[in-house]
């Protein structure tokens, strides 16, 4: 059951300009598209890249660590292996936006009733539910076409991802643990990289997905604590309630099994020393921002989530390193 909206009145935040309260103002896309695309824009988070990056990293995490344990046995051409980056980057930004849109769609109430979120293109008014849908489904089928470029295999993996990414709007209003559904949609790409590598899955790849799933619940955490008091009014549930005024043993724990999924992958798919490196760097990263965490802070609390950005790119540019130095050497 949706919960109802409070009785506050609800106005856009900023309706003579078309933006979004918790998006930056200087992004691309209000320099570079017409006024009349940005509702679009904004439906799809493209002036919030953070997210797809975030949905991006275990993906391109995954083809590297593959492409890297291919080198020793029957390596994957060069080019092939940035084909499958360039395609996981177009599947990332479409399906981010296809989930966004759905989940604004599905949360259209809710959205009226939290002040950060008052101001989105359906809650706003700026957008339809028709042309919302029918933008959901446009974007929704680039992913497709990304999806049918890899491996059958690779096509039945991703297909099943549906089903927890139509499921996860829902959690906040069953579970206390939304960020576990979340992790398990958003991870999924740490499975399709080794799948449209090798067209199965193997131990590597699992650990990397075990690993994802508990870093993305950390930095969604971390998050959620933005909206934990409207989040508490109008009966919708997170982590950031569950954990309440002490969530660093919460975040030590999963941080700390994150970093020690990812080492096993590591192990299992034989990582060279600059991916290790990568791992040292981003597990400090990790922990500092457990210790300057301040979850009274709205700001903090956005900084600090956005900066896992960073942690996936550092990882990334380590796994890359190790699999040019073993492709070289």
Wanted: proline letters at 6%; one cysteine or more; aromatic letters at 14%.
């Amino acid at each position: 059951m949706t919960p109802a909206p409070d009785t506050t009145p609800v106005t856009p935040a900023a309706p003579e300009t078309g933006r979004v309260a918790d998006a930056p103002s200087r992004n691309w896309v209000y320099r570079v598209l017409p006024p009349g695309l940005w509702p679009y824009a904004q439906l799809a988070r493209w002036d919030r890249p953070i997210g797809w990056q975030l949905l991006l990293w275990p993906c391109l995490w995954s083809a590297t660590l593959a492409a890297g344990a291919a080198a020793e046995t029957t390596p994957i051409p060069f080019g092939t292996y940035l084909f499958h980056l360039v395609l996981f980057f177009i599947g990332a930004v479409a399906m981010r936006g296809a989930g966004c849109t759905y989940n604004d769609l599905v949360d259209y109430r809710i959205d009226m009733a939290v002040a950060r979120t008052r101001s989105r293109p359906l809650p706003s008014g700026r957008v339809s539910r028709k042309a919302a849908t029918l933008f959901m489904v446009l974007q929704a089928l680039v992913g497709l076409v990304v999806l049918l470029q890899f491996n059958g295999f690779s096509i039945g993996l991703g297909i099943a991802s549906l089903v927890i990414v139509a499921a996860y709007p829902f959690a906040k209003r069953v579970t206390d643990w939304p960020q576990l559904v979340l992790g398990l949609a958003f991870s999924w790409g740490a499975l399709m990289g080794w799948a449209a590598a090798f067209g199965d899955l193997g131990a590597a790849p699992v650990f990397l997905y075990l690993a994802s799933i508990l870093w993305t619940i950390g930095y969604d955490t971390i998050y959620a604590y933005q909206d934990r008091e409207d989040d508490a009014l109008i009966g919708v549930r997170s982590t950031a309630r569950r954990f309440g005024d002490r969530p660093r043993p919460w975040l030590a724990a999963l941080y700390g099994a994150a970093v020690l999924f990812l080492a096993l992958a590591f192990i299992a798919a034989g990582a060279g020393f600059f991916a290790w490196l990568a791992l040292l760097v981003a597990a400090v990263m990790l922990a500092w921002q457990i210790l300057v965490l301040d979850i009274r802070d709205p700001a903090d609390c956005l900084a600090l989530f956005r900066l896992n950005g960073t942690v996936g790119l550092i990882l990334f540019a380590g796994l890359f390193a190790a699999l040019v130095w073993r492709l070289l050497v």
